[in-house]
């Protein structure tokens, strides 16, 4: 089931709260540049004469692809949803063979792809119990990127 966070999509305003768990003047920092960067759009037939950016009461929003802070910021806020989707759903438990360490998975997430994992939770788990599982995880999924 693929669902997704992506970074130009990340907003300012909840950027800027979840990366207050890093010091304050980072986050400052990173959203002021954010607002005040000068874009351009660059083809394969070189960079564009003209650009644009945000204004004091439309800024741009996003984190912009190949940004180096994207990736934290995108971490801050996917850790939040991650914890709030394994308090709702029941993903995967995976026994390590060596030393039977329990792992339990709710959710795999990469940049803009995010895989929820599920499984039957007993032998005899019907497919359509399954299926309602799979859709209250969705739901959750999307009830955690609302909230945030």
Request: with cysteine; net charge positive; proline share 3%.
């Amino acid at each position: 089931m693929d669902l997704e966070i992506c970074i130009d999509r990340m907003t300012h305003p909840i950027s800027s709260l979840y990366s207050q768990r890093f010091p304050k003047s980072v986050a400052k920092c990173m959203i002021n540049t954010l607002c005040g960067m000068k874009h351009y759009v660059r083809t394969a037939y070189g960079d564009s004469k003209w650009s644009y950016r945000g204004t004091t009461t439309k800024p741009l929003q996003g984190a912009v692809q190949g940004n180096g802070t994207a990736s934290p910021m995108y971490a801050a806020i996917s850790c939040s949803i991650l914890a709030y989707l394994e308090s709702q759903v029941v993903g995967i438990n995976v026994y390590s063979a060596i030393t039977l360490t329990l792992f339990t998975l709710a959710a795999i997430l990469y940049v803009d792809d995010s895989n929820i994992l599920l499984a039957a939770v007993r032998k005899d788990e019907s497919a359509m119990s399954i299926s309602e599982r799979a859709q209250k995880a969705a739901k959750s999924y999307q009830d955690g990127v609302n909230q945030c």
